[in-house]
């Protein structure tokens, strides 16, 4: 199970670097955009489009943030750690899912099983964020039990 985690843990860590790459991207281009328009450009047309490109660059500096955000959490999880509680960096197995509690990352696929990464504070990683096995609940009119912490 170790090998999972870590290849979860990857794939997380890959997705979370690919957004950061693709946020400053966007900024960079954004940024070009703008400054090619200053050159071309005059009057109210002029300020129009300056201002959509600097709300284009402010969106892409929240979605940066998210992402540094992201990795950061990442880079805060302590693979070797074990416990019985869960926690982030926890592999942990319901009797209806298996979940790598870290990001909001969504399905990945590990050993050729199907795992979902998900956020602490998401809801269903709310509901499994320090408990252990044995732990039942409801979600989504669903009964969830936990077999197994890793």
Request: aromatic share 8%; net charge neutral.
């Amino acid at each position: 199970m170790k090998r999972i985690k870590e290849e979860l843990y990857k794939q997380c860590m890959h997705y979370a670097e690919d957004c950061i790459q693709a946020s400053r991207q966007a900024i960079n281009d954004a940024i070009e955009s703008a400054n090619d328009d200053t050159k071309s450009s005059a009057g109210d047309k002029y300020e129009t489009g300056r201002e959509m490109m600097q709300q284009e660059i402010d969106r892409n500096r929240k979605q940066l943030d998210e992402a540094v955000k992201m990795k950061n959490l990442l880079l805060s999880i302590d693979q070797n750690q074990v416990s019985d509680t869960v926690q982030n960096g926890s592999l942990v197995i319901t009797n209806l899912g298996k979940f790598y509690i870290s990001i909001s990352r969504g399905q990945l696929v590990a050993d050729g099983n199907n795992y979902f990464a998900v956020s602490a504070v998401s809801p269903i990683g709310a509901k499994l964020i320090r408990q252990k096995k044995g732990y039942e609940f409801n979600f989504n009119g669903k009964i969830f039990k936990i077999e197994d912490v890793l």
